[in-house]
Structures are given as structure tokens and as C-alpha cells.
């Protein structure tokens, strides 16, 4: 079968050697430090950083490339959206304004808004692939019994865990029905219409969501005829120790969270300001 | 006396969205350690006695009860569904559907999980499990790589390390290729005789499950039970014919050689058949049948050349097949789970292309149709129904490939209810689809294929999960579109199905074409059979126990015969 997107995939690479939890606690890590800040040196760094870190996993652009591509659609709109109702946000931040050229009406392009904007496209790039990264290199048994291991209930660390390992099962069966539906005439190739595309795809949801239904039926009989939730704890067949590297990897992270911090309390302020 | 482990007395239950008992007053006593197989065509209620066995009933799905069941002399009732489990282990049907762990190992432990066992032991009861279903070199291994048998064996030794002494296997032959299940039902009775574990079996393929010793079978029909007795017995009697469970092939032979079945000859397996009796009325028949010659149209419609093809980097799927079908065939492809066989169906269709070879319909290279050009000639009815069918009324759902293909409203009328009427389904016309059983929803996406009119109509397991009733009601309606002209191909595992509907065979092993003949042929051929995960059929057997002189003739004139006798 073809490689499905988003699918774990079980290769020898030091992160992923990490336990679940390792990988968990660094991505929310991660993840505070992007939120934080807009400084557009740690931004760059960690786009770079994480550049790295993808090239480490050995993990192949191509699996992730989908939701990548799909992630930057959003991005742009994001960007279009933020320009149209607060075309002067730059400004606002920055306090000084440089005008570029006007577009129409009230819509000016200014230096600050552009490196605004920068700022926030690089935002999503320090993040996304770490993100799709973790969702990749994360063995979902693995990741349940992290979420578990943090506090959360592991009912629904399964069911997460659960959704995550039925991703490529899906996508096998959409591509399935979706056969099924063309060979009945029903036209989803890049020949047809986007507007009848669109209509016809519901041809293959119906019987994606039936079906997706009856393998829930069937999968959540066998985890209670095998007495799952029987008791408030559970222990993980899968769950790892941790090691030195696990250490290393979380103080790692924590120091860049720190940094970020500190650099944010000395400017007093989340912006790096080219302008004044 | 040995202990009763489960026990029905006056048990019936209702659905709670159903009006009527789906169970009524059930009295059935099972002791430890015996092996118990459970028939009854569709709808019997066979698989609402295994829900009540392993607690689904009433703890999952609701309903009123009344009488009494107990597991081990506790009531059910007062039990929950995990304290169950500890009793009950259940292999259900679907292996795929069943499997919760990422690995094989992950997967075997889950009960030991919810059971909160401390990992290092848990890893050492896993191995242990593993090692006696023979599936402890794969622990590492994602449940979805291997083969159907092993995917059953993982499923299996996860309900062994719970220590039930119940192991309730629900339909365990239903996705299994003949030598596959053979080997299941082997293990199953190893792990009956070694460890004293009461065995109780859900199937209607009867002759493959007699293959090993049974106990007792009982016959469940309109949710009573009409027969408890040892297969001796029951084999004896009319009760199969009359209920519609298939009887082993080999019966059926000798009741039309004129043999009178009775306990002396012991049928309950090829093996013990007491055959010096039947020797002569055997004998006899054979020489009073002829084999019927079948003429094969001339002109060849669909030809596979050469065709190769593999999935990304992997090793090829197929490897240089060719095989030519001509107009007017009913031919089956078979081979074991992963020999190639639905890749080739994909490869007819368009869905992948060959990375060599050529694909002729009526000697013209189709290699640049699409697949919606493909499908005007060549349609493709899925094994699963629910994969295929999109709107929720018949009406609808058959017109569906004319109106996408802009065939005016008045001439869609006409057309689906002529393809409704041949299939059976114009009473049906108005109802929604989610009113129709399995069957006759199977029925619907075929006639959703045969409405756009195609010459050749592949079909992908077409009786899969069928009991006998439908079964031959599916194969029925098969056969009488094969008459009317149109070229039908099956893949299919069934062993059943290839000897008595089709007429030749193309066996896949290992992406390689093994062999190309009649069924009779390929199902007498020890090298082939072995080769292809096939399991040789009993009439062989039967013919080779009572030396006839030519036993591949015989089970060629049994089809012959018997194919006249039910007018197919």
C-alpha cells in the first residue's frame, strides 16, 4: 500500500528514542516559547533549530507534506485576514510608520506591517513542523501512556492515541471508497468541475462515515470484552523509562524557554523593534 | 459429574429495540473443557447466544431477560461485563477491527494493561502466550503486516493471557484462506486438549470445523435450539438440509450414490468415514454419471498480458501475469490473503497502473482509458456493500451512475426499474437501504453496476460472511446474469464457490499465476493446493478412500451432477 500521510512510522533516529512523555513535555515547551514571543531572533532560530531537528528524525517531507501545504493556505489567509481588518496593527506595535505605497482606500502598505507579518509567518514555521514532527515520530500507544503519565485520564489518552493510529486506516479505506465511486462514473479527478468535485465527494463521505462508525462499534466491543476501563489505573505494555537523553532533551528545551523569557522581560516587551 | 461452566436455563431475551425474542427459553448446558460448535443460518440468533456468553448482553447492548445464565454458577446479571471477561475470552470475527495495539506484543498485553499488571511481568506473560500460538518472533510487528492466520493467532493469545477458562471464537474461519483456517482449527483444538479450557465455536462452515474432534453441535434456528447432539448424530439426521447449514460435501455425495447415512459409518469426518459399505454404490454412481462438456465461447474479451506491477519499493505484486477470459465465463481467481488477487481487479479498473505489461478488452489496449471510461465495460461490485453505496433510498442509489453520466430522467426510470426487476429488488423500490439486509444490499450495489451496462462484472468475495441461504441466493443471481450474457469474473477464498460455480480457475500464489484450469482440476492438485494456501476438497478424499479409479473425474461429475440437480 501507498504510505499514508501522517502515519507513525518506526525509525532509528534520536528523537525518536524519546519517550512519549520526553517529546510531549518538549513540544508544550516548544510550543509556550513560539506563543511567547515575537522576537524575530528566537523565531529565526527556532525555525532554523527545528529545521535541524526535522533532518535529525529522518522523517521524509513527503509524509507530512499534505497537512504542511494545507497548514500554509491557512497561514495566508490568516495573514490576508489580519492585513483587511487591522491593515495598521505594524504600526500600532512598532510606533513609527513608514508608508510603502497605498493599495486602495484606507489600505496602505507600511514596513512595519510587512514585518509584522513576517513576524508571524515565521511564527507558524518555528512551529508547524515540530507539531507534525511529534504526530510522526510519536509512537500513539506511546503517547497515551505520556498523557496518562501527566495527570490526564487514560480514557482519553486512548481515545487520542486511538484516533491518531486510525488516521492511516482511514485514509486507506477513503481511497477505497473513493475507487468504488469513480468506477461508478462519479468523477473526482482534476477533470471534473471544482463545484461538482465537491458534490461528488459526498458520495464518498456517507459511506466513509458508516463505515468509520461500524469500525468504531466493532474496536471499542473488543477493548471492553478485554476489560478496558475496568479500572481508574492502567499499566502501559509500551511505556519507557527515563533516560539520560530524555533529561537532556527537556533542559534543552527548558533553557530556550528561559531565554525567550528573560529576552522578554529585559525588552519588556514581546517585539524586537527594527525601527527605533 | 463434571462442572457445568455455562449454563442456560429457560433464557430468552429481547433487543430493546427489537418486538420480538431474539433468544427463546434457551436451555443449553456446556462442562468444562468440551468443545461445542454453535450453528444456525443468519438471523438465528447464534451470535445473540455468544453476546450473552461474554457479557455484550445485557451490558451492552440492552434488552429484557428472562430465565437464568450462569458462567462458572455466577448469574450473568449480577456480574459486569469486566468480571466477565475474566471468565470469557472472545476472538471475534474481524481481525482488523479487534486489534487495539500498535504491536503485536502491545496488542496480546491490553487485558493485562486494564488488569494493571506490573509491566516486567506483563512483558513475560505476553511471551509466553505468544509462544503457544507460535507468533513470538513478531512481537515488534504491527498486527496490520501479517498474514490473516497470524493476525488470528494475535488475537487469540490476547484473550489467553486473561486466564478465562471459556474461549468463545465467534466466526474464526469467516476471513481466513482453506489452509489457513485449517491450521486454526488445529490450534484451537491443541489449546482444547492441552489446557482443559472450555471451547465454544460460532461458525456455519461446518465441514471445516468438524475437521477436528467436536463434542457437540448445537443448532440454533429462529432463536431456540432445535438440535444439541454429537456430530455423529446430527449428520445422521435431516436437520442441516432443513435448516439450511450446508452439510460437508461428502455427505451430499454419498446421499447421491443412494447411501443411507446412519452412525455406523461414522461421518463425522472424512478421516473416520467407515467408506467399505459405501464402496460399491459409489462405485456405482460413478460409473452411471457422465462429465458434462462445457463449450467456451471463441472470443477472447478481457486479456492480461504480461502484467507486473508493485506497490512503492516493495517486491512486485505481480509478476508477469497473463490470462485471458473470454465472452460469456464465469471464472474465479483464488489464491491465499495477499497473493495478488485484488490488485489485479484494481489494475482492470484503472485504479493503478501495471508498470509493464498491457491490459486488452476485446483485444484493444485500454492502458489510456480512465477509470470512468473503464467502468462503461468493465464494473466492479466491492466485498463490502457499505463501502460502495451512497444515498439512502434504492431508487437513487441505482441511478446513481446514469444520472452522473447525464442520461435524461425519463429514461432512468426505465432503465432502474428493469435492472430492479432483474435483481429482485422492484418490490423494494421505495425503501431505504438501511431496511435491507446484508444480502440484499449486496444485491443493490450489484444492480448500481449493472446499470451502467458492462460486459464483464468483477466481483470481489461476493458471498463473504453469507450463510448457506444466502449464499446460494447471491451465486444464484450471479449465475442467472452470467446466462444472460455478461462475463463474470470472481476473486474469492471459497473454496465452495470456485467448485461449484465456476468453471475454470486461476490460481495466484505470491503474485505469480500458479495455474489456469477447471476447479476440479485445481482442487485435486496436491502441489498446486499446497502452493496456493488451498485445501484440497473432501470429495477427493472420499474418491480416494473408496478406490474409484479416477478420483479427478469424480469430483468433476459430482459438480456436473449435482449442479443439474439444483438447476444452476
Known amino acids: 500500500m501507498n504510505e499514508a500521510m501522517l502515519e507513525y512510522l518506526e525509525i532509528d533516529s534520536p528523537i525518536h528514542k524519546l519517550t512519549g512523555a520526553t517529546k510531549l513535555i518538549c513540544l508544550i515547551l516548544w510550543s509556550l516559547t513560539s506563543m511567547l514571543t515575537y522576537n524575530t531572533y528566537i523565531l529565526g532560530f527556532m525555525v532554523i533549530f527545528s529545521i535541524i531537528i526535522f533532518k ?205 523569557v528573560a529576552i522578554t522581560l529585559k525588552n519588556g516587551n514581546r517585539f524586537y523593534n527594527p525601527f527605533i | 459429574m463434571k462442572k457445568k461452566v455455562i449454563e442456560f436455563i429457560d433464557f430468552s431475551f429481547k433487543y430493546r429495540a427489537q418486538a420480538n425474542p431474539t433468544l427463546n427459553n434457551i436451555n443449553l448446558t456446556i462442562y468444562e473443557g468440551e468443545k461445542i460448535l454453535i450453528v444456525g443460518p443468519s438471523g438465528s440468533g447464534k451470535s445473540t447466544i455468544s453476546n450473552a456468553i461474554n457479557g455484550l448482553i445485557p451490558f451492552r447492548y440492552e434488552g429484557d431477560i428472562s430465565g437464568s445464565l450462569k458462567i462458572n454458577g455466577k448469574e450473568t446479571k449480577d456480574l459486569s461485563i469486566f468480571e466477565l471477561s475474566n471468565m470469557v475470552g472472545t476472538v471475534l470475527q474481524d481481525p482488523d477491527g479487534q486489534f487495539i495495539g500498535l504491536t503485536v506484543g502491545e496488542d496480546i498485553a491490553f487485558k493485562l494493561e486494564n488488569d494493571c499488571v506490573e509491566q516486567g511481568k506483563m512483558k513475560e506473560i505476553v511471551k509466553e502466550a505468544a509462544k503457544v500460538v507460535d507468533i513470538d518472533t513478531r512481537l515488534d510487528s504491527s498486527p496490520h503486516k501479517l498474514s490473516g492466520g497470524q493476525k488470528q493467532r494475535v488475537s487469540l493469545a490476547g484473550v489467553m493471557v486473561g486466564d478465562a477458562n471459556i474461549l468463545l471464537f465467534d466466526e474464526p474461519l469467516a476471513s481466513l484462506d482453506p489452509a489457513t ?34 463434542d457437540r453441535i448445537v443448532v440454533v434456528e429462529d432463536g431456540r435450539i432445535i438440535q444439541d447432539a454429537n456430530p455423529n448424530e446430527l449428520l445422521c439426521s435431516n436437520i442441516l438440509h432443513e435448516t439450511g447449514i450446508r452439510e460437508p460435501l461428502y455427505i451430499t455425495a454419498l446421499k447421491y450414490a443412494g447411501c443411507k447415512i446412519n452412525s455406523e459409518l461414522k461421518p463425522e469426518n472424512i478421516y473416520s468415514l467407515n467408506i467399505d459399505k459405501c464402496k460399491n454404490s459409489l462405485n456405482e454412481w460413478f460409473e452411471s454419471t457422465k462429465e458434462e462438456k462445457t463449450e467456451i465461447e471463441e472470443e477472447i474479451i478481457l486479456e492480461l498480458k504480461n502484467i507486473k506491477f508493485k506497490y512503492n519499493n516493495k517486491k512486485n505484486t505481480l509478476d508477469d501475469v497473463s490470462f485471458k477470459i473470454h465472452k460469456g465465463e464465469l471464472v474465479s481467481i483464488v489464491g491465499k490473503n495477499g497473493a495478488g488477487k485484488s490488485t489485479i481487479s484494481k489494475l482492470i479498473c484503472g485504479f493503478y497502473q501495471p508498470y509493464s505489461g498491457e491490459i486488452l478488452f476485446k483485444g484493444r489496449n485500454i492502458a489510456k482509458d480512465t477509470i470512468k471510461e473503464r467502468a462503461e465495460k468493465i464494473g466492479m461490485v466491492m466485498q463490502n456493500p457499505n463501502q460502495m453505496i451512497s444515498k439512502t433510498m434504492i431508487f437513487e442509489e441505482v441511478a446513481l451512475g446514469l444520472k452522473v453520466r447525464g442520461v435524461p430522467e425519463e429514461q432512468i426510470k426505465d432503465r432502474v426499474f428493469e435492472t430492479l426487476k432483474i435483481c429482485g429488488l422492484y418490490e423494494m423500490r421505495n425503501w431505504p437501504i438501511s431496511a435491507l439486509s446484508y444480502g440484499q444490499k449486496k444485491r443493490v450495489t450489484i444492480a448500481s453496476i449493472l446499470i451502467i451496462n458492462p460486459e464483464v462484472i468483477i466481483l470481489d468475495e461476493p458471498t463473504a460472511g453469507q450463510d448457506f441461504r444466502h449464499y446460494t441466493e447471491i451465486m444464484e443471481f450471479i449465475c442467472e446474469l452470467n446466462k444472460k450474457g455478461v462475463t463474470i469474473i470472481m476473486i474469492t477464498h471459497d473454496m465452495h464457490l470456485m467448485l461449484e460455480y465456476t468453471n475454470r480457475a486461476i490460481v495466484l500464489s505470491e503474485g505469480i499465476k500458479l495455474m489456469d484450469d477447471s476447479a476440479a482440476n485445481v482442487l485435486t492438485d496436491e502441489k498446486i493446493i499446497k502452493a496456493a494456501n488451498l485445501k484440497e476438497t473432501s470429495l477427493y478424499q472420499l474418491a480416494i478412500n473408496a478406490n474409484l479409479k479416477n478420483p479427478r473425474e469424480f469430483v468433476q461429475r459430482f459438480i456436473d451432477y449435482d449442479r443439474r440437480i439444483r438447476k444452476i
Open chain 1, 56 to 260: 535529525i528524525s529522518k522523517v521524509k517531507f513527503k509524509q507530512i507534506s499534505f497537512v504542511f501545504y494545507f497548514i500554509l493556505v491557512f497561514l495566508l489567509i490568516n495573514n490576508i485576514a489580519i492585513f483587511i481588518f487591522s491593515p495598521y496593527q505594524g504600526v500600532e506595535i512598532y510606533k513609527t510608520r513608514t508608508d510603502l505605497f497605498q493599495i486602495i482606500g484606507p489600505y496602505t502598505l507600511t514596513m512595519e506591517g510587512l514585518f509584522y507579518h513576517l513576524n508571524i509567518t515565521i511564527k507558524y514555521f518555528s512551529i508547524i513542523p515540530i507539531a507534525l514532527l511529534f504526530m510522526v515520530a510519536t509512537n500513539p500507544s506511546e503517547f497515551a501512556a505520556s498523557l496518562n503519565k501527566i495527570g490526564i485520564s487514560y480514557k482519553i489518552g486512548y481515545s487520542v492515541a486511538i484516533a491518531l493510529r486510525y488516521i492511516p486506516d482511514i485514509q486507506n479505506e477513503y481511497r477505497d471508497i473513493s475507487f468504488a465511486q469513480q468506477a461508478r462514473g462519479i468523477d473526482l479527478s482534476k477533470k471534473a468541475k471544482l463545484v461538482d468535485r465537491i458534490k461528488n465527494s459526498t458520495s464518498i463521505l456517507m459511506p466513509l462515515i458508516f463505515s468509520s462508525l461500524a469500525r468504531i462499534e466493532t474496536v471499542s466491543c473488543a477493548m471492553e470484552l478485554r476489560a478496558f476501563g475496568n479500572n481508574k489505573k492502567r499499566t502501559w505494555y509500551s511505556a519507557r523509562e527515563f533516560e539520560k537523553r530524555d533529561y537532556r532533551a527537556i533542559l534543552m528545551l527548558l533553557v530556550l524557554f528561559i531565554i525567550s
Open chain 2, 181 to 214: 483456517g485449517k491450521t486454526a482449527i488445529e490450534l484451537i483444538d491443541k489449546i482444547n486438549k492441552t489446557s482443559n479450557k472450555t471451547v465454544v465455536i460460532v461458525e456455519h462452515r461446518l465441514e471445516d470445523v468438524l475437521y477436528c474432534d467436536l
